[in-house]
Every structure is written in C-alpha cells, then in structure tokens.
C-alpha cells in the first residue's frame, strides 16, 4: 500500500512546493490537497481573488497523486487533457482544497475528477475532469 | 471583508496603479504603449516569472525557464498546470491589451489539450480571439518553446465580459 509519507513527498515537486500544496488525506482511489492563499497568487487585484492558473495547478497536482494512489504504485503519468469549470471565485484569504477521485483506470489511460471548494465541498468553486496517459517509468521516491 | 481590504492595502504599496480599476490601469499602461507594466498589475503573472511583448496585433506571452517550474522531476518537464495557468494569463493579458472592454475578464472554463512535455526552456503562449462577444470571448490558446509549428499544448478558453448579475 502506497504510504501517505511518499505520497506527500510525491507531492513536493519544486513547482508544488513553490505553491505549498500540502496532501491532506488519502483514500483507496483519491485524494485532498490543499492550496493556502497566499498574495502572490492573485490574478484579480481588485477583489484579490486567487488566479485561476493557480486553481488549475492544484487541480492537476490532485489528478496526479490520486492516480498514484489508485494504482498502488509510483509510476509517472501525463496529462492528456484538463478542463476546468469555474463556477464562483474563490474568496480572497481562503485556502483552497481540491478532493480528486482516480475513477476509472485502463491498461494506459487514468479518469481523474476534481472538486474544488473553499469552506464548504458541497460548495464548490470549480469543478476539473482530466485524462491522464500512464506510463512504465517510475516517480522519484526519495 | 476585512481581510480582504488588508490585502488590497498591501496591494495598493506595491502599485500606485491599483487604486484605480484595472481596466483604468490598463488603458493608461496603453496611452504610454507599456504593456510589460500589465505584468505589475496581476500579482500571480509577477510571481511566476511571466513577461509580456507586443508582436503585430497579438501580446505574446514568455515564461522563462526556472527550477521551480517543474512538475515532473524524472523527465525533467515543467509543471503541466503551470503550463495551464500561463496560457490563461497570456489569454487574460491579450484581451485586456487588445480590445476596449467594459469589465474585466473572468475565466468561465478552460479546457487544456498537452502535446508534448515542457521542457526545461522558455515557453512562449499568444492567443487567437474566436469570438468577442458582448457578454463573452471565447479563446483559442497556443504555448510553444523552440518550434512554433510544434506546439507544446494548446488550449480554449470562456472569459465573462459582463458584470455576473441576474438576467434582467
């Protein structure tokens, strides 16, 4: 079984870290992330709304470590495509969660949807849905 | 609401610029012709590295290369939602420079294809308008690094145009 220990550190690509993402839960087939607000996110200065390439960010990061958790194992994968629906704004100085569910896995191709919510998840601020091509080569772990 | 009034103060520090609107900003960044100073105005394009030129009638956008930008460490290849999100700034930057709107835009939906990893160089992303409506633009969007006939993903986009407030 795929240990939250190296699915967090799976997490801690640079670019992840850069966003601070944090792993928050892992079940059987999907995961939580968690995007803390943070300034230097914003792409709406006026009502300081965090950018939605940072929302899609979290998005893809949660796709990728529900697959691994869904596959049992640490083998890379590719985004294929990722479509983002934004509903409502995030409200400036919320973090942001992203629950993300590996549900249907073939031979090379992984289905990943995505909620994202702010306090409340039957509240969502946007909604993903992404297919992502597995592959044969391994994560680095360590 | 008090938080947020917080941040807009220490927005409003780092750039005079913010006390006015954003699309007030905009225009006067236009009457000087400088669009790099759009950079200044979306914190997220500032901290991602992003830089801005003019190449006849299109704002291209530029990501340089840095460390922090991969999402991929094996390969290595950059992050493919950071990929996302400088697309959408590129498309959020061109319809501010481009065009005399009433509001600024929102992001409805995105939808990303990717085509090839990014790899660990500049990437460049402009956009093609497909439609400017009154109420909504619907964008086509294209990032690419050494080869511009090899596109490294390409992208579409809804961006509101008009106030979100109940159809009269």
């Known amino acids: 079984m795929v240990t939250n220990a190296h699915l967090e550190k799976i997490n801690q690509t640079p670019h992840a870290k850069k966003l601070n993402l944090e792993l928050l839960s892992s079940e059987r087939t999907s995961v939580i992330l968690k995007l803390p607000f943070n300034e230097e996110l914003i ?76 306090d409340d998840a039957s509240k969502p601020i946007a909604t993903a849905t992404g297919s992502f091509m597995r592959s044969n080569e391994e994560f680095p772990v360590n | 609401m008090q938080q947020q009034q917080v941040h807009l103060c220490a927005l409003m520090k780092s750039s005079p610029l913010i006390n006015m609107t954003l699309l007030q900003s905009i225009q006067q960044l236009k009457d000087s012709n400088d669009y790099e100073g759009m950079i200044q105005l979306i914190p997220y394009a500032k901290s991602m590295g992003i830089e801005t030129s003019l ?98 993903a390409i992208a579409r986009g809804h961006f509101l145009l008009s106030a979100n407030e109940p159809i009269g």
């Not at chain 1, 709406?44 to 869904?70: K, R």
């Not at chain 1, 569910?101 to 995505?114: E, K, M, N, Q, S």
């Not at chain 2, 959408?88 to 009433?102: Q, R, S, V």
């Not at chain 2, 409805?108 to 160089?121: A, H, K």
């Open chain 1, 43 to 118: 792409g709406d200065p006026v009502n300081g709304y965090i950018h939605g390439g940072a929302i899609t960010t979290l998005a893809d990061t949660a796709c990728g470590v529900a697959i691994f958790q869904a596959q049992n194992n640490y083998r890379a994968m590719a985004t294929l495509d990722l479509r983002i629906d934004h509903m409502q704004p995030a409200s400036s100085g919320s973090d942001v969660y992203a629950n993300a569910d590996c549900y249907h896995l073939t031979h090379t191709i992984a289905f990943v949807r995505v909620n994202l919510y702010t």
């Open chain 2, 55 to 152: 190449v006849g009638d299109k704002i291209v956008s530029t990501l340089p290369f840095m460390e922090s930008n991969i999402g991929n460490p094996t390969l290595p290849a950059l992050h493919g939602g950071l990929v996302a999100g400088f697309m959408e700034n590129a498309a959020l930057f061109h319809l501010l420079w481009c065009f005399e709107l009433k509001k600024t835009p929102k992001v409805i939906d995105f939808s990303i294809d990717y085509l090839r990893p990014g790899l660990t160089e500049t990437t460049y992303s402009h956009c093609d308008v497909i439609r400017l409506g009154r109420r909504v633009a619907l964008c086509n969007i294209k990032a690419w690094q050494a080869d511009s006939e090899k596109p490294i």
